[in-house]
C-alpha cells in the first residue's frame, strides 16, 4: 500500500491518543483541498500492512485512517483494517466518497463492516465546518457501532510540529484564518 504519511501519536483526530494513518493517493480533486499533498498517487511510501502495523505504539487509543483518499486502495484498506480490527478498539475512517458510493466499491461493504466511525463527503470549501471533526458541513459523521458517540467528535483542534530541520506540520481542524495565515508566511499543507 502506498502511505503519505504516519504519525504515532495525535489527539485530535479522534477520541483519545490515536495513530493516524494518511493514505497516498486521491483523484477527487476536491476544491480547496487541505491536503493536496497526497493526491499524487506515484507519490508516498510503500509499505506492507504488517510494517504499518508494527509501528503502531501499544498505547493508542485507536487508529484514525485518512487521505488522500483510503477507498482508492480498496483491498490494502480492508487488509488494514481486518488486522486492526483484532488490535484495537476504535477505528475511524476519512473519506472524500460518500457512504452510498463506498457501499459500491469492491470490499467496501467490509470495511465499513470493521469499522467504528466513517466522516464521509467530498469537500466543499464553500461549506466549511466550524464544528465537529470534518472539513465541510455536508460531510457525515456516521456512527458505525456503539463505541463513540457524537460528542467524542465534537472537539476541533490541530497539533502543529517543528521537525529539527525547521519543517511545520499541522494536524487536525485548523481555522481558515489559521490556514490563511499560515499560508501568507509562507508555510505549506
Given at each position: ?13 479522534g477520541?483519545?491518543?490515536?495513530a ?6 486521491c483523484?477527487l ?6 491536503n ?10 510503500e509499505?506492507t500492512v ?13 487508529i ?8 482508492m486502495?480498496p483491498?490494502?484498506l480492508?487488509?488494514?483494517?481486518t ?21 459500491n ?20 470549501k ?13 460531510q457525515?459523521?456516521?456512527?458505525l ?8 467528535f465534537?472537539?476541533r ?9 525547521g519543517?511545520?506540520s ?7 484564518e489559521?490556514?490563511t ?9
Amino acid at each position: 500500500m502506498h502511505i503519505h504519511s504516519f504519525t504515532p501519536s495525535t489527539f485530535v483526530n479522534g477520541p483519545g491518543n490515536r495513530a493516524m494513518i494518511h493514505f497516498q493517493g486521491c483523484t477527487l480533486a476536491c476544491p480547496g483541498c487541505f491536503n493536496t499533498a497526497t493526491h499524487p498517487k506515484e507519490a508516498g511510501e510503500e509499505v506492507t500492512v504488517n510494517e504499518l502495523i508494527d509501528r503502531i505504539p501499544a498505547t493508542a487509543d485507536g487508529i484514525t485512517i485518512s487521505g488522500g483518499e483510503p477507498f482508492m486502495q480498496p483491498e490494502d484498506l480492508y487488509h488494514l483494517v481486518t488486522e486492526l480490527r483484532s488490535k484495537f478498539d476504535s477505528i475511524v475512517v476519512f473519506s472524500g466518497f460518500y457512504l452510498h458510493e463506498i457501499k459500491n466499491i469492491r470490499n467496501g461493504n467490509d470495511i465499513i463492516n470493521m469499522i467504528d466511525v466513517l466522516i464521509d463527503g467530498r469537500f466543499e470549501k464553500d461549506k466549511l465546518a466550524d464544528n465537529g471533526l470534518r472539513g465541510s458541513d455536508n460531510q457525515t459523521i456516521h456512527l458505525l457501532s456503539d463505541r463513540h458517540t457524537y460528542d467524542d467528535f465534537a472537539q476541533r483542534n490541530v497539533e502543529i510540529t517543528i521537525n529539527n530541520i525547521g519543517e511545520l506540520s499541522m494536524t487536525g481542524f485548523p481555522s481558515q484564518e489559521l490556514i490563511t495565515g499560515i499560508a501568507g508566511l509562507g508555510g505549506s499543507n
